[in-house]
Each structure stands twice: as structure tokens, then as C-alpha cells.
């Protein structure tokens, strides 16, 4: 298995073709392109000025009381489907899509220049899935983001949207060495590939997309797949 | 970066000398050895034969009121420093070492021979140091194990024990492209390495080392470092 980072990915502008712009970057033969959502949302113009933005009374209480900009709390309500957590300058919600995570993904950070917000794609699986298309056949695409965690420290990116690989891996009925039917059954094949391309993904060197060669690429799914069935979920 | 299953490791006897073993098949040349957490904790013993165990009437409560075996039950409230959460088939707990997982990581599966579970071992970042000490300089080493995540589908492979390498990587005070503060500021690098390395230990194939070349091996610490500070924690 073998990773390595693309080069020659500038500042990606609004409505730049980023599949086209990613297919002449990869290398030849089978693959899985990991792409950073940050660039998948800037190409698709999934950007907010904040001086555009006018918080909402709920935004500007809520943002009081945890200690956040009240129009940056203002997008991450209009992404969410509800509020999962709240504490000082956190803000755990769960966005349209399903996703649990801080913020609802809208991040200021790297953004193009002061008071811009980045959200996150309207269907990470659409944007993968032309991405995929551009790359031709054999190839996979993943849009990762990185997330926290609940009881550990630290960030790994995870999976947000999948293209041309099934996300999960399922042992089911399979055995190990001693003939014994497997107790660990399903093990999430795109977050861990999002999670290996991210250690590539420096911050500070900003490389948004990784090329992961000499992993199996079969089946086919999405964002759906990696998601818990909040009835099934037990902190949520 | 590169990652390569560790071919040559059979079923491990107890107090079998791992480090040694695995120092033998290891690269020459830098690099980070991720171990599965089964085969340390056979080499060190941490095996348990249900047949010896009898469980405390708390442990037979639960076991018929969560649907689960009261030998192993047992087992899993011993390795724990509290519960998290039980539902129907699923007993979250805090280990002594501070980890949330399911089951105190205790596990029934891939065992040698039937009735048999598997402990975490005591100290896994002991354990971790033991292998480091045997590879020499310029190396470092994982103990991994497979874990579930809330509101995800699917086990990720997580770090347990470090040695030789700080397991989170710290962009505080690092500014982005645009000169802007970062705002994720710590990656977990350990899970990240984890992750990767759970792609090549297919439970089928059963392999439980993997080298990964091609990552700066900088700083030290341990497994606290990983583990969020309950105070700050939302979801315990």
C-alpha cells in the first residue's frame, strides 16, 4: 500500500473544474483519490462572506452563551439538522447530510482571505462521484474532512463523501485462524483510507489530495453506509 | 509513505518473545511498526480461560439484562474502571488505562482454542517500548486495536500504546496559506498511523504487523496524551 501526496494543486478558485483539474494530476492505473473537502467546497463555490451573514436571534444567544462568532454560529444552525452539544466555544451539531461533528463543518480556517466561511459540500457522494467520473474506470474517490472525536484527543479525517468503493468492509460470516465465526465484522474502509491520506495532508504544507495505490477497490456505496441510525446511536 | 503487511508471524505462544521475533522481520532503515494488540497481549499472557472464571452476582445481572455471556461479562467489569453505556448486546466501558471501548477490549475472537479471552495488555505503551528497544534507533511503535466510534458505522483501528514518537501533532501557533491562525491545531498522528495500518491487518488474513516507511518519526509520549481528560469530555 502505498500514499503519496499530489502536487500542483494551487488555491482552488470558485467554480473551478476541480475533476479535470484532479485527472491530469493522478498517476495511471487503479487507485483511490482521497480530495480534502476544503478544495471540493471551493470549487463548488460552497462559500460564505461574513459580512453577508445576519446572525439570527437563536445564533446570536447561542453564540453568546458558548463563547463563538455570532454569524459564524449562524451558518452552523442553517447547516444543521439539530444541536448534539453545546459547550464553552463548542458546538457539536448534526448536519443535513447526518454527519456529527463540530461546527457543522463550516470552518474559517485557510479560507481565502479574513471573514470568509468554507461549508461543506450540499452532497459529498455527487461531488465524489464526478470526481470519480473524470478519473476514468479503476479508480475510486474519497472527500474527507477532518473531525474530533468523543474520549480522545487529536483529529483524523474521516470519510464525508465515496465514489467507486464500497465504505464498508464486512466480514460477516467469515472465521479467523482457530475456525471461530469473527466478532469484529465491519471495519469502515473509507474512514480508515481518509485517515491514512490525512497524515499526508499537512496542515501547514496544505496538500489537499492523496493518491492511495495497492488497496483492493471493489463495491460500491455511500456517505449513508458510514452513518449510525440515530435510533441505533447510544451519545447522540 | 508506504505500508507493508509483516509477513512470517504465526500464532504466538504465550510468553513468546515478541520484540525479539519481530525485530528479525522488520526493514532495515526508519520507520513505524503498528502491532496489533492480540498478539502482545498473548505473548504476555493476557489470556484468560472462561472455564476459571466466575462471575460476581453484579456481572451475572447485567450479562442477562444486556444479553451477553456472564464469564465474559465478568471479565470485561474487572478490566473496567466504570461503565459508559450498555444497551442490547453492547457494553461500552472504561478501562483501567483510561480507554473507551467496547468491552474493555476484552475479546472472545481469535482466540487459541475455544473459551478462551483475550486481555489488553497491562501497559501498552510498556509493552510498545519493549518492541522499540529491540528494533533500535530511528524506529518507533504502535499497539493498535480495533475500535468502534459513536455515530458511525464500522471499527477503525486506534492506537493504545506509543513508543518512540509523539502520538498527536500539534500546527498550534502555525498559520495557513492565507497567513490566518490555524484553527485545527492537533492531529491524533498515532490513530492516523493506526488507521492506515488496520487497512493491511485483513481480519481474514490475519495479519498483525505492519511497517510503515516514510513519515517523520519526531517527539515521544504515550497513550495519555490520546486520551481525552474525562472533565473535558461531552460524551462519557
Not at 483529529?155 to 464500497?166: E, K, P, R
Not at 460477516?172 to 491520506?197: C, K, S, Y
Amino acid at each position: 500500500m502505498k500514499l503519496q501526496a499530489l502536487e500542483g494543486l494551487p488555491e482552488i478558485p470558485i467554480g473551478d473544474d476541480l475533476p479535470a483539474r484532479l485527472a491530469k494530476l493522478v498517476p495511471p492505473g487503479p487507485g483511490i483519490l482521497v480530495v480534502a473537502q476544503k478544495i471540493v467546497s471551493k470549487a463548488e463555490g460552497r462559500i460564505v462572506s461574513l459580512a453577508d451573514v445576519v446572525p439570527s436571534p437563536e445564533a446570536r444567544a447561542l453564540a453568546q452563551k458558548i463563547g463563538k462568532e455570532p454569524r459564524h454560529t449562524e451558518l452552523v444552525l442553517r447547516e444543521a439538522k439539530r444541536v448534539v452539544r453545546t459547550a464553552p466555544g463548542v458546538l457539536i451539531t448534526e448536519t443535513k447530510h447526518g454527519l456529527v461533528c463540530a461546527n457543522s463543518g463550516v470552518d474559517l480556517s485557510n479560507a481565502p482571505g479574513e471573514e470568509i466561511a468554507v461549508l461543506l459540500p450540499l452532497d459529498p457522494d455527487a461531488s465524489a462521484e464526478r470526481i470519480r467520473a473524470a478519473l476514468g474506470p479503476g479508480r475510486a474517490v474519497i472527500v474527507s474532512d477532518t473531525f474530533g472525536r468523543p474520549w480522545r484527543e487529536g483529529l483524523v479525517d474521516v470519510a464525508i463523501g465515496v465514489a467507486g468503493l464500497a465504505p464498508l468492509r464486512s466480514y460477516i460470516g467469515e472465521t479467523d485462524r482457530a475456525g471461530r465465526e469473527l466478532q469484529v465484522t465491519v471495519m469502515a474502509r473509507a474512514d480508515q483510507i481518509a485517515a491514512a491520506a490525512g497524515i499526508l495532508m499537512e496542515k501547514d504544507a496544505g496538500v489537499p489530495a492523496v493518491w492511495v495505490e495497492g488497496i483492493e477497490i471493489s463495491g460500491k456505496g455511500s456517505l449513508r453506509d458510514l452513518l449510525r441510525d440515530p435510533a441505533r446511536d447510544l451519545f447522540r
